[in-house]
């Protein structure tokens, strides 16, 4: 059973930084490489949004509200995903989610999320 688990929200000043971090366990193979991974991201009372996402060939793309401020990477030899995060605004206040994508041939996995506050 294939699990993805986030770590590193909490509450931040407008202007500081978060990492935050999502382990995969579970999967035949090292998850993060071969499915395309991505980070999302759901504020209350708005939908879920696409934050950032690598493919599995490297690809790279941000949502435009982030772009320039948060960057997305992985580890394949922790299989882990992260996504740095700096100069948060208030309006980066939300629950995060992490994605693992290996459609058609492979699942499409949730982590539980994890909750990011910036406020002063």
């Known amino acids: 059973q294939v699990q993805l688990v986030e770590s590193g929200g909490g509450l931040v000043q407008p202007g500081g930084s978060l990492r935050l971090s999502c382990a995969a366990s579970g999967a035949s193979g090292n998850l993060v490489s071969i499915y395309a991974m991505s980070w999302y991201r759901q504020a209350p009372g708005k939908q879920r949004e696409l934050v950032a996402r690598?493919?599995?060939?490297?690809?790279?793309n941000y949502a435009d509200s982030v772009k320039g401020r948060f960057t997305i990477s992985r580890d394949n030899a922790k299989n882990t995903v992260y996504l740095q995060m700096n100069s948060l605004k208030p309006e980066d206040t939300a629950v995060y989610y992490c994605n693992g994508d290996g459609r058609p041939i492979r699942g499409n996995y949730w982590g539980q999320g994890t909750q990011v506050t910036v406020s002063s």
């Open positions: 690598i493919t599995t060939g490297g690809s790279i």
